[in-house]
């Protein structure tokens, strides 16, 4: 390639960055107040210290973690970012398969825990062909398996000489998993699965690092043996040759093209043409075929065993949903605080950084975009979100640990609030991104800016909405364990012994006075009180259930016929379950934590559980529990906490400590070197540079031709008409 002062070949990114022939020749600098003046001026404005938030957020132990894996990867040119923004689909495909090695390399080099191979992948910030391997097929492995087949294939697929996929999706089916097509057929002549595709619809679809990458994969297909279909189940199976990576005979796997993002990612196709594995190849620590056949089921409690990996990775997207948020929050903010536009008075009020420059300016020095209310809103309710959920990540983190050391009769309950939350958190997350870059303006719009192109922040994070199941789809889970629970507690008339927050909220609906509850609160500082609002929130969801359900038992709709209100009870129980998780977290603070730290976190849990009310205000009014004017109430709070958190905006971004090197980022820099660096970056791209620099390559072909008027003469080919 002649457009680039270095070798730039299709199967990789280049060890240093391009080097631009044009960049800045004046040495100008952008007008005051400069970037990193602002940022600091911010800073000194917290009313806590930074290091402290950062510690309830994370423990140290994580922290140092971090800051040493970071600097491994800082120091590695394979890792980066200079040329993502001007790669294609292969190439990016190429450079994150020499990143995946050498990533893989470090791990064992440097004796990296699982938790700091995960720490690399995020600072990587690009999906590697082994996402999956690391993501899905691993956690089965270790999950599903018996001593025995952890014996034979575990410490294979550890060391990568193993590569996998997990292939659940399918053509025709994705979030409906017992529907699955593909079919495992136990042949007991041979003690063998036959595995067959029957129909194009059964062909596995969008396996992440299928295409091109693993050689094996844990494969969801329906058991079938003597006849009798048992539905899916997992079975481990070989798909490519360790000799030479060609493909098995009877397995058909390709990739799958372009995609909106994950380019970085070989999502691929599979198809069997019965091909047989071993016995032996069906994971069954929960489940498995004897010699003659016969199927022997998981015991009481583990008939769903199998969705432990789904419930799994479920819980992690709540966990990342968090950081999601924080990373939009954090670019915008900064961004926000630095970039000015238009004068006024009364929004810079308290801009004493302006009124410096004002002093030896002959012109109005504009009003920071921060300063705007508008702005405010926007950008301090998505701080406030950032912090719910990861005071939710938490919590579903360890229902989740508590689930896996045992306590199997959480399986309805985790399964129900990981559905329900993962649609819940990651649509917030999504919603987030879309507010936070559409806040940054017009420079918002451009990749540099972190969120609006590579490394496909927004793109990336759009799939969430559909991997693992779609976001309303998986909404009816969790709606159908609320109702069963209605349902048991109507029978019982309201008795309860589980200490489900579902159970608790539904068994009042019971009481002979729920109708007539209202919300208590008679002036705007009595809607600061926590259980005020998660009160508030209790109602509006347990009459959302005993509507519905008692709709749906007298015959007056149907369940299929109300999936929006299915959708809308979901997002109801979730958000109880979001504000309760921060007010939780908050009483187990106070004991351990600053006051100051407290009194912050206090304004953010207000300003969350407030902002959503005022967003569903219809349902709480419609409920009758809110009258109109706690409705009035509850918009004066939002106005009032916006401006609370406004001296600790760019301190509670700055506590989430997201390195300028995972952010990638020009307008988010933790630096505030905004605008150089953007000019930066543009000089890089590769139409700026090349062998007639300053004349673009395919002037003499396309351009000149018009502009002399060659190009309409009569020996210029003639368009048909």
């Keep these: 390639m002649t457009d680039s002062v270095i070798s730039r070949s299709a199967r990789g990114a280049p060890a240093i960055a391009r ?101 690399a992948c995020e600072l990587v910030d690009q999906p590697l062909p082994i996402a999956l391997h690391v993501g899905m097929f691993l956690p089965t492995m270790r999950n599903q398996t018996t001593e025995e087949q952890k014996k034979a294939w575990l410490q294979k697929c550890e060391d ?176 926000s605080a630095i970039r000015r536009q238009f004068a006024n008075p009364e929004a810079s009020a308290g801009d004493q950084l302006a009124k410096e420059y004002q002093k030896s300016s002959s012109r109005p020095i504009e009003t920071a975009v921060i300063d705007y209310s508008s702005q405010q809103y926007r950008l301090f309710s998505t701080i406030a979100k950032a912090y719910a959920l990861h005071f939710t990540g938490v919590a579903m983190k360890n229902l989740f640990e508590t689930f896996q050391e045992g306590a199997r009769e959480l399986l309805p309950e985790v399964h129900a609030t990981s559905s329900g939350l993962k649609s819940f958190c990651t649509t917030m997350a999504i919603d987030c991104i879309i507010d936070m870059r559409t806040s940054c303006g017009g420079h918002g719009y451009h990749q540099f800016s972190g969120m609006a192109g590579f490394p496909d922040f927004y793109a990336i994070h759009c799939r969430l909405a559909t991997v693992e199941g779609d976001n309303w789809v998986l909404t009816q889970q969790t709606t159908r364990y609320l109702l069963n629970v209605y349902r048991t507690l109507r029978q019982s008339k309201g008795a309860s012994t589980s200490t489900a927050s579902a159970n608790r909220y539904i068994a009042a609906t019971f009481s002979p006075d729920f109708d007539a509850r209202r919300m208590t609160a008679t002036s705007d ?137 995972l952010l990638n980022s020009s307008l988010g820099r933790q630096d505030g070197r905004v605008y150089e660096h953007m000019f930066e970056w543009a000089a890089e791209e590769p139409l700026n540079t090349g062998s007639n620099w300053p004349v673009v390559d395919g002037y003499e072909e396309y351009i000149k031709p018009l502009t002399t008027g060659s190009a309409f003469r009569k020996s210029s080919p003639t368009a048909r008409l």
């Excluded at 998660?534 to 259930?545: E, F, M, P, S, T």
């Excluded at 953010?604 to 349902?619: F, R």
Aim: hydrophobic share 40%; net charge positive.
């Design 19 to 119: 080097i631009a022939q044009w960049s800045n020749p004046n040495n100008l600098v952008p007008s005051a107040p400069h970037g990193v003046e602002v940022l600091a001026v911010e800073r000194s404005n917290a009313t806590f210290k930074v290091d402290e938030m950062t510690s309830i957020l994370y423990n140290k132990a994580r922290l140092e973690r971090e800051r040493k894996v970071l600097k491994v990867m800082e120091s590695e040119p394979v890792f980066s970012k200079r040329e993502r923004f001007f790669q294609g689909r292969t190439e990016r495909f190429y450079h994150a398969m020499q990143m995946m090695k050498r990533i893989a390399v470090l791990k064992k080099e440097l004796n990296w825990t699982d938790e700091d191979f995960g720490i």
């Design 160 to 335: 990568f000489e193993y590569i996998g996929a997990y292939a659940q999706t399918e053509m025709g089916h994705g979030s409906n998993v017992q529907g699955v097509e593909t079919t495992a057929t136990y042949i007991e002549e041979t003690e063998e699965f036959e595995l067959n595709s029957p129909t194009l619809t059964a062909a596995k679809w969008w396996i992440g690092s299928l295409g091109r990458t693993a050689n094996h994969c844990v494969l969801m297909a329906r058991l079938i043996c003597k006849g009798k279909d048992y539905g899916p189940h997992t079975f481990f199976v070989p798909l490519r040759s360790l000799k030479d990576h060609t493909l098995l005979p009877r397995v058909f796997v390709m990739d799958l093209g372009p995609k909106m993002a994950y380019q970085s990612v070989d999502n691929g196709t599979l198809l069997f043409d019965h091909y047989r594995i071993p016995r032996f190849n069906m994971l069954a620590k929960f489940s498995h075929v004897t010699k003659d056949g016969t199927y022997v089921k998981p015991k009481q409690g583990e008939e769903r065993a199998n969705y432990g990996t789904m419930i799994m990775v479920r819980a992690r997207m709540v966990q990342a949903a968090s950081t999601t948020a924080a990373r939009a929050a954090t670019i915008a903010v900064r961004y």
């Design 525 to 661: 500082s009595d809607l600061l009180t926590p259980q005020v609002l998660i009160d508030a929130y209790a109602y509006r969801a347990g009459k959302l259930v005993r509507d519905l359900a008692e709709s749906i038992d007298s015959g007056a709709t149907t369940f299929a016929e109300s999936l929006v209100d299915v959708y809308r009870l979901s997002k109801a129980h979730c958000q109880l379950f979001v504000v309760e998780c921060f007010f939780r977290n908050l009483e187990t603070l106070k004991a351990k934590a600053n006051a100051e730290i407290v009194k912050v976190l206090t304004t953010l849990a207000n300003l969350y559980a407030l902002h959503c009310m005022e967003i569903e205000l219809g349902e709480f009014l419609g409920s009758g529990y809110v009258s109109p004017k706690q409705g009035d109430m509850v918009r004066r709070n939002v106005r009032s906490l916006t401006k609370d958190v406004r001296p600790n905006a760019v301190a509670l971004v700055d506590a989430w400590v997201l390195p300028d090197f």
